[in-house]
Protein backbone atom coordinates (compact mmCIF):
# COMPACT_ATOMS: atom_id res chain seq x y z
CA UNK A 1 0.00 0.00 0.00
CA UNK A 2 2.82 2.52 0.94
CA UNK A 3 4.99 1.69 -2.36
CA UNK A 4 2.02 2.53 -4.23
CA UNK A 5 2.00 6.35 -3.04
CA UNK A 6 4.79 7.90 -4.57
CA UNK A 7 3.11 6.43 -7.65
CA UNK A 8 -0.27 7.92 -7.11
CA UNK A 9 1.48 10.99 -6.16
CA UNK A 10 3.14 11.41 -9.51
CA UNK A 11 0.09 10.27 -11.50
CA UNK A 12 -1.59 12.86 -9.68
CA UNK A 13 0.55 15.68 -10.22
CA UNK A 14 0.80 14.65 -13.68
CA UNK A 15 -2.37 14.85 -14.65
CA UNK A 16 -2.89 18.19 -12.95
CA UNK A 17 0.60 19.69 -15.11
CA UNK A 18 -2.12 17.79 -18.22
CA UNK A 19 -4.95 19.97 -17.03
CA UNK A 20 -3.20 23.03 -16.89
CA UNK A 21 -1.09 22.48 -20.36
CA UNK A 22 -3.19 20.39 -22.13
CA UNK A 23 -7.34 21.29 -22.47
CA UNK A 24 -8.81 21.66 -25.77
CA UNK A 25 -7.49 21.08 -29.00
CA UNK A 26 -6.41 24.65 -29.62
CA UNK A 27 -4.51 24.72 -26.32
CA UNK A 28 -2.78 21.34 -27.33
CA UNK A 29 -1.67 22.88 -30.83
CA UNK A 30 -0.47 26.20 -29.00
CA UNK A 31 1.64 23.90 -26.85
CA UNK A 32 3.18 22.21 -29.19
CA UNK A 33 3.52 25.35 -31.34
CA UNK A 34 5.05 26.88 -28.40
CA UNK A 35 6.92 24.40 -26.94
CA UNK A 36 8.81 24.41 -30.66
CA UNK A 37 9.69 27.73 -30.69
CA UNK A 38 10.78 28.15 -26.98
CA UNK A 39 13.14 25.00 -27.79
CA UNK A 40 14.70 27.04 -30.72
CA UNK A 41 14.49 30.09 -28.38
CA UNK A 42 16.51 28.04 -25.40
CA UNK A 43 18.63 26.49 -28.73
CA UNK A 44 19.31 29.86 -30.00
CA UNK A 45 20.32 31.61 -26.67
CA UNK A 46 22.74 28.90 -25.98
CA UNK A 47 24.07 29.61 -29.37
CA UNK A 48 23.79 33.35 -28.67
CA UNK A 49 25.24 33.32 -25.30
CA UNK A 50 28.19 30.88 -26.60
CA UNK A 51 28.82 33.46 -29.80
CA UNK A 52 29.12 36.78 -27.37
CA UNK A 53 31.22 34.89 -24.67
CA UNK A 54 33.49 33.90 -27.28
CA UNK A 55 33.21 37.53 -28.80
CA UNK A 56 33.71 39.31 -25.26
CA UNK A 57 36.81 36.72 -24.78
CA UNK A 58 38.68 37.03 -28.92
CA UNK A 59 38.31 40.73 -28.84
CA UNK A 60 39.11 44.00 -26.42
CA UNK A 61 36.39 45.73 -24.12
CA UNK A 62 36.30 48.48 -26.57
CA UNK A 63 35.92 46.44 -30.16
CA UNK A 64 33.10 44.03 -28.28
CA UNK A 65 31.36 47.17 -26.88
CA UNK A 66 31.34 48.80 -30.53
CA UNK A 67 30.22 45.36 -31.73
CA UNK A 68 27.13 45.19 -29.35
CA UNK A 69 26.31 48.89 -30.05
CA UNK A 70 25.97 48.48 -33.65
CA UNK A 71 24.19 45.29 -33.98
CA UNK A 72 21.37 46.93 -30.83
CA UNK A 73 21.09 49.63 -34.25
CA UNK A 74 20.64 47.08 -36.72
CA UNK A 75 18.04 45.38 -34.09
CA UNK A 76 16.07 48.33 -33.54
CA UNK A 77 16.05 49.55 -37.30
CA UNK A 78 15.85 46.26 -38.95
CA UNK A 79 12.62 44.81 -36.89
CA UNK A 80 10.37 48.36 -37.96
CA UNK A 81 11.24 48.73 -41.71
CA UNK A 82 8.99 46.04 -42.49
CA UNK A 83 6.01 48.59 -41.63
CA UNK A 84 4.63 46.42 -39.42
CA UNK A 85 3.84 43.87 -41.84
CA UNK A 86 5.49 40.50 -40.54
CA UNK A 87 3.64 41.34 -37.38
CA UNK A 88 -0.26 41.69 -39.47
CA UNK A 89 0.45 39.15 -41.83
CA UNK A 90 -0.66 36.72 -38.85
CA UNK A 91 -3.30 38.69 -39.03
CA UNK A 92 -4.29 38.99 -42.79
CA UNK A 93 -2.86 35.63 -43.93
CA UNK A 94 -5.44 34.08 -41.69
CA UNK A 95 -8.32 35.99 -43.03
CA UNK A 96 -7.73 35.45 -46.60
CA UNK A 97 -7.77 31.93 -46.25
CA UNK A 98 -10.96 31.77 -44.26
CA UNK A 99 -12.69 33.78 -46.74
CA UNK A 100 -11.04 32.25 -50.03
CA UNK A 101 -9.30 35.80 -51.01
CA UNK A 102 -6.79 33.93 -53.03
CA UNK A 103 -5.58 36.69 -55.30
CA UNK A 104 -4.93 38.91 -52.22
CA UNK A 105 -3.22 36.45 -50.22
CA UNK A 106 -0.67 35.85 -53.78
CA UNK A 107 -0.30 39.08 -53.57
CA UNK A 108 0.55 39.75 -49.70
CA UNK A 109 3.25 36.56 -49.78
CA UNK A 110 4.49 38.22 -52.88
CA UNK A 111 4.50 42.14 -52.19
CA UNK A 112 4.89 42.29 -48.66
CA UNK A 113 8.51 40.83 -49.09
CA UNK A 114 8.95 43.08 -51.97
CA UNK A 115 8.21 46.03 -49.67
CA UNK A 116 9.96 45.03 -47.22
CA UNK A 117 13.37 44.29 -49.11
CA UNK A 118 12.67 47.85 -51.39
CA UNK A 119 12.61 50.14 -48.15
CA UNK A 120 14.80 48.56 -46.30
CA UNK A 121 17.52 48.83 -48.74
CA UNK A 122 16.40 52.78 -49.45
CA UNK A 123 16.50 53.31 -45.81
CA UNK A 124 20.31 51.47 -45.59
CA UNK A 125 21.45 53.64 -48.30
CA UNK A 126 20.12 56.53 -46.50
CA UNK A 127 22.04 55.21 -43.47
CA UNK A 128 25.30 54.99 -44.96
CA UNK A 129 25.21 58.74 -46.34
CA UNK A 130 24.56 59.93 -42.30
CA UNK A 131 27.28 57.91 -41.35
CA UNK A 132 29.27 59.38 -43.60
CA UNK A 133 28.33 62.74 -42.60
CA UNK A 134 28.48 62.60 -39.26
CA UNK A 135 32.17 60.16 -38.99
CA UNK A 136 34.58 63.03 -37.60
CA UNK A 137 32.29 63.11 -34.36
CA UNK A 138 32.37 58.98 -33.88
CA UNK A 139 34.27 57.21 -31.62
CA UNK A 140 37.47 55.62 -33.79
CA UNK A 141 36.69 52.56 -35.25
CA UNK A 142 32.75 52.56 -35.56
CA UNK A 143 32.32 54.57 -38.84
CA UNK A 144 33.34 50.59 -40.78
CA UNK A 145 30.97 48.99 -38.44
CA UNK A 146 27.90 50.96 -39.06
CA UNK A 147 28.67 50.94 -42.79
CA UNK A 148 28.37 46.80 -42.32
CA UNK A 149 25.67 46.80 -40.37
CA UNK A 150 24.13 49.15 -43.23
CA UNK A 151 24.49 46.32 -45.43
CA UNK A 152 22.92 43.87 -43.16
CA UNK A 153 20.00 45.89 -43.13
CA UNK A 154 17.93 44.26 -46.16
CA UNK A 155 18.34 40.64 -45.41
CA UNK A 156 17.80 40.98 -41.49
CA UNK A 157 14.32 42.84 -42.55
CA UNK A 158 13.16 40.26 -45.35
CA UNK A 159 13.90 37.37 -42.41
CA UNK A 160 11.76 39.30 -40.58
CA UNK A 161 9.34 39.05 -43.10
CA UNK A 162 9.46 35.79 -43.76
CA UNK A 163 9.26 34.62 -40.86
CA UNK A 164 5.62 35.92 -39.96
CA UNK A 165 4.82 34.49 -43.28
CA UNK A 166 5.70 30.78 -42.14
CA UNK A 167 4.74 31.78 -38.50
CA UNK A 168 1.20 32.50 -40.12
CA UNK A 169 1.10 29.27 -41.54
CA UNK A 170 2.30 27.64 -38.26
CA UNK A 171 5.75 26.62 -40.31
CA UNK A 172 7.64 27.17 -36.93
CA UNK A 173 10.57 25.79 -37.35
CA UNK A 174 11.07 27.42 -40.87
CA UNK A 175 10.18 30.73 -39.52
CA UNK A 176 12.99 31.29 -36.59
CA UNK A 177 15.37 28.68 -37.69
CA UNK A 178 17.15 30.21 -39.81
CA UNK A 179 17.58 33.43 -37.90
CA UNK A 180 18.09 32.06 -34.74
CA UNK A 181 19.84 28.82 -35.05
CA UNK A 182 21.27 28.92 -38.40
CA UNK A 183 22.70 32.39 -38.41
CA UNK A 184 24.22 31.90 -34.74
CA UNK A 185 25.98 29.06 -35.79
CA UNK A 186 27.66 30.41 -38.60
CA UNK A 187 28.43 33.52 -36.79
CA UNK A 188 30.22 31.53 -34.51
CA UNK A 189 31.92 29.47 -37.05
CA UNK A 190 33.10 32.25 -39.16
CA UNK A 191 34.87 33.91 -35.90
CA UNK A 192 35.98 31.11 -35.19
CA UNK A 193 37.59 30.43 -38.42
CA UNK A 194 39.08 34.32 -38.04
CA UNK A 195 40.71 33.01 -34.23
CA UNK A 196 42.00 29.80 -35.42
CA UNK A 197 43.72 31.63 -38.84
CA UNK A 198 45.04 34.16 -36.22
CA UNK A 199 43.44 37.43 -37.84
CA UNK A 200 42.55 39.86 -35.40
CA UNK A 201 39.11 39.62 -34.48
CA UNK A 202 38.35 43.41 -33.99
CA UNK A 203 35.03 44.59 -34.17
CA UNK A 204 35.21 45.16 -38.31
CA UNK A 205 36.07 41.79 -38.45
CA UNK A 206 33.12 40.50 -36.20
CA UNK A 207 30.55 42.32 -38.05
CA UNK A 208 31.89 41.23 -41.23
CA UNK A 209 31.21 37.64 -39.97
CA UNK A 210 27.55 38.82 -38.73
CA UNK A 211 26.75 40.49 -42.24
CA UNK A 212 27.84 36.94 -44.24
CA UNK A 213 25.60 34.98 -41.64
CA UNK A 214 22.50 36.81 -42.07
CA UNK A 215 22.93 37.08 -45.80
CA UNK A 216 23.03 33.42 -46.29
CA UNK A 217 20.59 32.13 -43.80
CA UNK A 218 18.05 34.80 -45.47
CA UNK A 219 18.40 33.06 -48.76
CA UNK A 220 18.35 29.69 -47.66
CA UNK A 221 15.19 30.41 -45.82
CA UNK A 222 13.17 32.49 -48.83
CA UNK A 223 14.19 28.91 -51.12
CA UNK A 224 12.57 26.80 -48.50
CA UNK A 225 9.64 29.06 -47.71
CA UNK A 226 8.86 29.53 -51.93
CA UNK A 227 9.02 25.52 -52.43
CA UNK A 228 6.54 25.62 -49.00
CA UNK A 229 4.45 28.13 -50.34
CA UNK A 230 3.70 26.57 -54.10
CA UNK A 231 2.36 23.48 -52.19
CA UNK A 232 -0.21 25.39 -50.26
CA UNK A 233 -1.40 28.16 -52.51
CA UNK A 234 -2.32 27.16 -56.18
CA UNK A 235 -0.43 29.37 -59.06
CA UNK A 236 -2.89 32.44 -60.38
CA UNK A 237 -3.28 36.15 -60.44
CA UNK A 238 -2.46 38.70 -58.06
CA UNK A 239 -4.13 41.52 -55.99
CA UNK A 240 -2.48 44.05 -53.74
CA UNK A 241 -4.68 46.02 -51.24
CA UNK A 242 -1.71 48.39 -50.03
CA UNK A 243 -3.92 51.01 -48.45
CA UNK A 244 -5.57 48.64 -46.24
CA UNK A 245 -2.25 46.46 -45.40
CA UNK A 246 0.17 49.80 -44.25
CA UNK A 247 -3.50 51.20 -42.78
CA UNK A 248 -3.61 47.69 -40.55
CA UNK A 249 0.62 47.90 -40.27
CA UNK A 250 1.58 51.10 -39.68
CA UNK A 251 0.15 50.94 -36.42
CA UNK A 252 1.39 48.09 -35.55
CA UNK A 253 5.33 49.29 -36.55
CA UNK A 254 4.45 51.84 -33.99
CA UNK A 255 3.82 49.46 -31.24
CA UNK A 256 6.84 47.22 -32.58
CA UNK A 257 9.19 50.42 -33.00
CA UNK A 258 8.37 51.76 -29.40
CA UNK A 259 8.86 47.98 -27.56
CA UNK A 260 11.86 47.89 -29.40
CA UNK A 261 12.88 51.53 -28.41
CA UNK A 262 12.13 50.61 -24.90
CA UNK A 263 13.86 47.47 -24.77
CA UNK A 264 17.03 48.88 -26.39
CA UNK A 265 16.80 52.67 -24.93
CA UNK A 266 19.00 51.57 -22.03
CA UNK A 267 21.98 50.29 -24.36
CA UNK A 268 22.33 53.03 -26.57
CA UNK A 269 22.07 55.59 -23.87
CA UNK A 270 24.78 53.99 -22.19
CA UNK A 271 26.84 54.18 -25.04
CA UNK A 272 26.34 57.97 -25.41
CA UNK A 273 27.14 58.26 -21.27
CA UNK A 274 29.29 55.42 -20.27
CA UNK A 275 32.45 53.85 -22.22
CA UNK A 276 31.94 50.86 -24.43
CA UNK A 277 33.32 48.73 -22.16
CA UNK A 278 30.28 49.31 -19.78
CA UNK A 279 28.26 48.73 -22.42
CA UNK A 280 29.71 45.26 -23.21
CA UNK A 281 29.34 44.44 -19.40
CA UNK A 282 25.69 45.91 -19.69
CA UNK A 283 24.80 43.60 -22.40
CA UNK A 284 26.38 40.24 -20.79
CA UNK A 285 23.67 40.75 -18.22
CA UNK A 286 20.61 41.38 -20.80
CA UNK A 287 21.92 38.20 -22.46
CA UNK A 288 21.95 36.33 -19.59
CA UNK A 289 18.11 37.37 -18.85
CA UNK A 290 17.54 36.39 -22.54
CA UNK A 291 15.71 33.23 -21.40
CA UNK A 292 12.87 34.75 -19.62
CA UNK A 293 11.86 36.83 -22.44
CA UNK A 294 12.11 33.98 -25.36
CA UNK A 295 8.81 32.28 -22.75
CA UNK A 296 7.39 35.15 -23.68
CA UNK A 297 8.19 35.74 -27.21
CA UNK A 298 7.03 31.94 -27.46
CA UNK A 299 3.42 32.75 -26.15
CA UNK A 300 3.34 35.56 -28.67
CA UNK A 301 4.95 34.01 -31.75
CA UNK A 302 1.93 30.96 -31.45
CA UNK A 303 -0.90 33.07 -30.70
CA UNK A 304 -1.04 36.40 -32.54
CA UNK A 305 -3.13 34.47 -35.77
CA UNK A 306 -5.36 32.49 -33.09
CA UNK A 307 -6.45 35.46 -31.35
CA UNK A 308 -7.76 37.04 -35.05
CA UNK A 309 -9.45 33.83 -35.47
CA UNK A 310 -11.61 33.71 -32.23
CA UNK A 311 -12.01 37.62 -32.13
CA UNK A 312 -13.46 37.74 -35.33
CA UNK A 313 -15.55 35.22 -35.33
CA UNK A 314 -16.73 36.64 -32.17
CA UNK A 315 -16.72 33.21 -30.04
CA UNK A 316 -15.73 35.57 -26.55
CA UNK A 317 -15.73 32.76 -23.97
CA UNK A 318 -13.10 30.51 -26.73
CA UNK A 319 -11.24 33.74 -26.36
CA UNK A 320 -11.23 34.19 -22.54
CA UNK A 321 -9.98 30.76 -22.40
CA UNK A 322 -7.41 30.67 -24.72
CA UNK A 323 -5.99 34.40 -23.54
CA UNK A 324 -5.88 33.02 -19.74
CA UNK A 325 -4.17 30.11 -20.83
CA UNK A 326 -1.65 31.96 -22.72
CA UNK A 327 -1.04 34.24 -19.45
CA UNK A 328 -0.36 31.14 -17.55
CA UNK A 329 1.70 29.43 -19.68
CA UNK A 330 3.92 32.82 -20.08
CA UNK A 331 4.17 33.77 -16.70
CA UNK A 332 5.24 30.68 -14.75
CA UNK A 333 7.87 29.61 -16.51
CA UNK A 334 9.16 32.77 -16.23
CA UNK A 335 9.12 32.94 -13.07
CA UNK A 336 11.15 29.21 -12.78
CA UNK A 337 13.28 30.49 -15.37
CA UNK A 338 14.55 33.97 -13.99
CA UNK A 339 14.86 32.28 -10.12
CA UNK A 340 16.99 29.99 -11.92
CA UNK A 341 19.05 32.22 -13.83
CA UNK A 342 19.37 34.55 -10.60
CA UNK A 343 20.85 31.88 -8.45
CA UNK A 344 23.63 30.38 -10.70
CA UNK A 345 23.89 34.48 -12.49
CA UNK A 346 27.37 35.13 -11.44
CA UNK A 347 29.43 32.44 -12.72
CA UNK A 348 27.81 32.71 -15.92
CA UNK A 349 28.90 36.09 -16.17
CA UNK A 350 32.14 34.96 -14.95
CA UNK A 351 32.19 33.04 -18.80
CA UNK A 352 32.34 36.67 -20.47
CA UNK A 353 35.38 37.35 -17.95
CA UNK A 354 36.01 38.13 -14.60
CA UNK A 355 35.27 41.82 -14.96
CA UNK A 356 31.76 40.85 -16.12
CA UNK A 357 30.58 39.36 -12.23
CA UNK A 358 30.25 43.32 -11.06
CA UNK A 359 27.44 43.13 -13.39
CA UNK A 360 25.73 40.34 -11.01
CA UNK A 361 23.60 42.38 -8.97
CA UNK A 362 22.15 44.70 -11.81
CA UNK A 363 20.48 41.04 -12.80
CA UNK A 364 18.06 41.58 -9.68
CA UNK A 365 16.73 45.30 -10.96
CA UNK A 366 16.63 44.12 -14.53
CA UNK A 367 14.51 40.99 -13.55
CA UNK A 368 11.65 42.86 -11.37
CA UNK A 369 10.42 44.18 -15.32
CA UNK A 370 10.50 41.18 -17.00
CA UNK A 371 8.37 39.35 -14.79
CA UNK A 372 5.64 42.30 -14.45
CA UNK A 373 5.51 41.60 -18.61
CA UNK A 374 5.45 38.16 -18.37
CA UNK A 375 2.62 38.77 -16.09
CA UNK A 376 0.51 40.02 -18.71
CA UNK A 377 1.42 37.43 -21.09
CA UNK A 378 1.44 38.29 -24.91
CA UNK A 379 -1.63 40.79 -24.52
CA UNK A 380 -0.17 43.01 -26.88
CA UNK A 381 -0.63 40.75 -29.87
CA UNK A 382 -4.07 40.35 -28.85
CA UNK A 383 -4.93 44.28 -28.94
CA UNK A 384 -3.55 44.15 -32.22
CA UNK A 385 -5.28 41.82 -33.37
CA UNK A 386 -8.79 42.96 -32.20
CA UNK A 387 -8.14 46.49 -33.38
CA UNK A 388 -6.46 47.90 -30.60
CA UNK A 389 -3.24 48.33 -32.00
CA UNK A 390 -3.48 52.64 -31.63
CA UNK A 391 -4.14 52.92 -28.08
CA UNK A 392 -1.48 49.62 -27.93
CA UNK A 393 1.22 52.07 -29.62
CA UNK A 394 0.57 54.88 -27.52
CA UNK A 395 1.38 52.91 -24.38
CA UNK A 396 4.37 51.70 -25.91
CA UNK A 397 5.27 55.54 -26.86
CA UNK A 398 4.38 56.63 -23.11
CA UNK A 399 6.99 53.51 -21.91
CA UNK A 400 9.30 54.34 -23.88
CA UNK A 401 9.48 58.12 -23.21
CA UNK A 402 9.41 57.25 -19.54
CA UNK A 403 12.66 54.76 -20.13
CA UNK A 404 14.26 57.42 -22.01
CA UNK A 405 13.96 60.37 -19.52
CA UNK A 406 14.75 57.99 -16.31
CA UNK A 407 17.54 56.69 -18.80
CA UNK A 408 18.49 60.09 -19.12
CA UNK A 409 18.49 60.94 -15.27
CA UNK A 410 19.86 57.70 -14.11
CA UNK A 411 22.70 56.65 -16.45
CA UNK A 412 24.95 59.21 -16.18
CA UNK A 413 25.62 58.87 -12.63
CA UNK A 414 24.99 55.61 -12.18
CA UNK A 415 25.55 53.30 -15.19
CA UNK A 416 24.29 49.89 -15.64
CA UNK A 417 22.27 50.27 -12.38
CA UNK A 418 20.67 53.22 -13.29
CA UNK A 419 19.67 51.57 -17.08
CA UNK A 420 17.93 48.77 -15.14
CA UNK A 421 16.07 51.08 -12.63
CA UNK A 422 14.77 53.00 -15.74
CA UNK A 423 13.92 50.14 -18.06
CA UNK A 424 12.33 48.15 -15.12
CA UNK A 425 10.34 51.24 -14.22
CA UNK A 426 9.06 52.06 -17.75
CA UNK A 427 8.31 48.05 -18.21
CA UNK A 428 5.87 47.90 -14.70
CA UNK A 429 4.55 50.80 -16.05
CA UNK A 430 3.79 49.14 -19.16
CA UNK A 431 2.26 45.97 -17.89
CA UNK A 432 -0.28 48.23 -15.57
CA UNK A 433 -1.59 50.10 -18.49
CA UNK A 434 -1.87 47.23 -20.88
CA UNK A 435 -3.69 45.76 -18.00
CA UNK A 436 -6.13 48.37 -17.63
CA UNK A 437 -6.87 48.41 -21.42
CA UNK A 438 -7.48 45.42 -22.18
CA UNK A 439 -9.79 44.97 -19.15
CA UNK A 440 -11.84 47.86 -20.60
CA UNK A 441 -11.32 46.74 -24.54
CA UNK A 442 -12.30 43.55 -24.27
CA UNK A 443 -13.38 42.82 -21.01
CA UNK A 444 -11.06 40.53 -20.17
CA UNK A 445 -9.00 39.72 -17.12
CA UNK A 446 -4.94 39.57 -18.02
CA UNK A 447 -2.71 38.95 -15.37
CA UNK A 448 -1.57 35.85 -14.22
CA UNK A 449 -3.31 35.42 -11.05
CA UNK A 450 -6.11 37.29 -9.07
CA UNK A 451 -8.67 36.36 -12.05
CA UNK A 452 -11.72 34.37 -12.20
CA UNK A 453 -11.37 31.06 -12.70
CA UNK A 454 -12.49 29.19 -16.05
CA UNK A 455 -15.15 26.40 -16.54
Not at 115 to 123: I, K, R, V, W
Not at 262 to 283: A, K, M, N, P, W
Request: include cysteine; hydrophobic fraction near 50%.
Amino acid sequence: MDAQRPTNRLSHWLERLRGMLGGTAEASLTNRLAGTVFIIRVLSAGLAYLSQILLARWMSGSDYGIYVYVWTWVLLVGSVLDFGLAVSSQKLIPEYRASGQHNLLRGFLFGSRMMALGASTLMALVFAGIVHLVTPWLEAGLSTPLYIGCLMLPPFVVANMQDGIARSHDWMRLGLMPQFIVRQTLIIAFTAGMVALGLHLGATAAMLASAAAVWISVTGQMFVLNRKLRSVVEHGPRDYALASWLKLSLPIMMVEGFYLLLSYTDILVLQHFRSSEEVGLYFAVVKTLALVSFIHYAMSTTTAHRFTEYYTSGDTERLSAYVTHAIKLTFWPSLAATLALLAVGKPLLWLFGPQFTSGYGIMFVAAIGLISRAAIGPVERLLNMSGNQNICALTYALAFLMNLGLCIALVPRYGGYGAAVATSTALVFESVLLFVLTKRRLGLHVLAFGGRKSA
